[in-house]
């Protein structure tokens, strides 16, 4: 069955999606990173900060932002995932193996990626990813189950939403939030309570216009 995880209630209709193909790169904090001197992880990171403006001043990298705690993410100006393994593969840091790497289409629904302006402002979102998992245990309640979710995400985030996001298909999604929205505002949702949505929740520190918004 497939579920089409649409945030429509949300805001009463959706823009069409952007046809501009963008990639998302999420750099993950490993488990247990190499310790390194603090002198060769700032050099890294100095590289890493100076990589990621030759990227932007190449029209290649659209935005970037750590996550508090470790890692962080690229939204790349391009669908092609082999351009964009190249231009990660370029990264320092990538290059000393400090982050784990996922590679994913970045499909806005609502929003969209735009040139923060300068100077940046830097601001923090709650990042919230959903991953969907339908079995045969749960298909028969995951229609209903995925309206209660909509109409409570509806009155959960009202006009706080930033954009919401496919990666790749309508079954991993992701929302950026005004606000702090962490597990504990989700506790009424039946579809996260019945294990048929598991959010994975971050704050995300990005300069504010990077998804269009005012």
Known sequence: MK??????????SFASACAQPYTLVFLHKKAKPQELPKEKVDELMRGHMANMDRLAKEGKLKAAGPF????????????????????????????????????????PQLGNVCEAPEPYEMVTYSFIRFRSQVSKANVQQ???WMNAHRQYAKALLQDQLITHVYLGDE???LI????????????GDEAVNQGLLVPVF????????SFCEK
């Open 68 to 107: 508090d705690g470790g890692g962080g993410i690229f939204i790349f100006n391009s669908g092609s995932t082999e351009d964009v393994r190249a231009w990660v593969a370029t990264d320092p840091g990538v290059q000393a193996n400090r982050w784990d790497i996922e590679i994913v289409p970045y499909q």
């Open 3 to 12: 579920l089409l995880f649409l945030f429509v209630t949300v805001v009463g």
């Open 142 to 144: 995951a229609e209903a």
């Open 176 to 187: 950026l939030a005004a606000g702090d929205w962490g597990s504990n505002q989700w506790t």
């Open 171 to 173: 079954n991993d999604s």
């Open 202 to 209: 971050k704050k995300l520190w990005i300069a504010k216009g």
